[in-house]
């Protein structure tokens, strides 16, 4: 199983970009589905998350201007950046719990990290 992430980038402050993050393998079912972002010299912090059923939940320095989404389908889930910031950047992580066919066993997985930075 892994995760493959994309869609960071360099932007100006106020301008917007979409991530992606895509689960592959053999994967039985997909629950909740997150994004995690780390600025340089900070911890790792969850920035949105998504239910399977489509609740999501996200930090208060990102609300009404980050939109988490997936397609269930796609085993992808989206983070769709607006009004982006300075303080926005960071190397953004997906995390999903996903029960693999191989023991069905949920685990967490990660994915490899995109780069996102806002230029002021």
């Known amino acids: 199983v892994q995760l493959q992430a994309s869609g960071g980038g360099l932007v100006q402050a106020g301008g917007s970009l979409r991530l992606s993050c895509a689960a592959s393998?053999?994967?039985?079912?997909?629950?909740?589905m997150n994004w995690y972002r780390q600025a340089p010299g900070n911890e790792r912090v969850l920035v949105a998350t998504?239910?399977?059923?489509?609740?999501?939940n996200y930090a208060d320095s990102v609300k009404g201007r980050f939109t988490i989404s997936r397609d269930n389908r796609k085993k992808t889930v989206y983070l769709q950046m607006n009004s982006l910031k300075p303080e926005d950047t960071a190397v953004y992580y997906c995390?999903?719990?996903?029960?693999?066919?191989?023991?069905?066993?949920?685990?967490?997985?990660w994915g490899q990290g995109t780069l996102v930075t806002v230029s002021s």
């Open positions: 995390n999903a719990d996903i029960i693999p066919y191989v023991d069905y066993v949920n685990r967490y997985y």
């Open positions: 393998g053999s994967i039985f079912s997909i629950n909740t």
């Open positions: 998504i239910s399977s059923d489509g609740y999501t």
